[in-house]
């Protein structure tokens, strides 16, 4: 009975650390994301499964060997966490659109520019009128449908307020600045601040630029744009990072 709590055991974490170690890889280029995310998808059911028979390890630890009921029980709750993460993943897809490029300017959204260069396999230019996978809509048809209230934010502040509460705000929420100045575009004398924001765990890039230009009737208008370097679908992750951002400009006018 020992030995078979003990490799089951055993088995649920092994499992729960190859998981979780998906992450780590691709952050140190052991491997891409696609290999490590193909893995999640492949390990899920095992390890599931594998949480399974540890929380019953537990309970016949309990009654039979009470000096392993403590690592069956790191064991189930190990491999439980690591099969939560592709089961939520799927959630995700499922509950977004397939695309990974959000603006809140769909005829002139904020260029990436300083990040443009960096490695990345989605081409940094806005891609609002290509189809979205399995859909007739546009990506940004799609945004609209999923996320109608990411629109411009108009603050009855001026110009040079507003660039020191948008630094804040891109610095509070853990992104990194890349580059700012004069927006030198459409948008007139306004400016911009572009930064990238990386994932904890598997270090995925993504390019968040901010465009707030000077309204004629006074105020400024705040424009932004976050997109992935790579993958179809953000699961997301950038509309709730706009709308975070928005949010904290909104609170701190």
Do not use: C
């Not at 948008?166 to 572009?194: C, N, V, Y």
Request: neutral net charge; proline residues 5%.
């Amino acid at each position: 009975m020992r030995t078979i709590i003990l490799v089951v055991s055993v088995a649920a974490i092994a499992l729960a650390l190859t998981v979780a170690a998906l992450g780590p890889g691709v952050r140190f280029g052991l491997w891409d994301y696609g290999a490590a995310l193909g893995w999640l998808r492949t390990l899920a059911l095992p390890t599931l499964v594998a949480a399974g028979l540890a929380g019953l390890a537990f309970l016949l630890a309990l009654w039979k060997a009470r000096g392993l009921a403590l690592v069956a029980l790191v064991a189930a709750a190990g491999a439980g966490a690591a099969a939560y993460a592709p089961i939520k993943m799927r959630e995700l897809v499922r509950a977004n659109p397939f695309i990974h490029d959000v603006t809140t300017d769909f005829e002139n959204p904020p260029a990436i520019i300083a990040g443009a260069d960096w490695p990345r396999k989605n081409p940094p230019d806005y891609v609002g009128a290509e189809k979205v996978r399995d859909s007739g809509m546009t990506v940004a048809e799609a945004q609209r449908a999923a996320f109608p209230d990411i629109a411009p934010l108009m603050l009855e502040t001026d110009l040079s307020a507003a660039r020191e509460q948008a630094r804040a705000a891109i610095l509070a929420m853990g992104m990194e600045i890349l580059a700012e100045g004069p927006a030198g575009d459409s948008s007139g004398d306004g400016w911009r601040i572009e930064a990238a924001a990386t994932s904890f765990w598997y270090g995925f890039k993504d390019d968040f630029v901010v465009r707030l230009a000077p309204r004629e009737e006074g105020g400024v208008r705040i424009d932004v744009r976050s997109k992935s370097r790579v993958g179809g679908s953000d699961l997301g992750a950038n509309a709730r990072r706009t709308r975070e951002f928005l949010k904290r400009m909104q609170a701190a006018a």
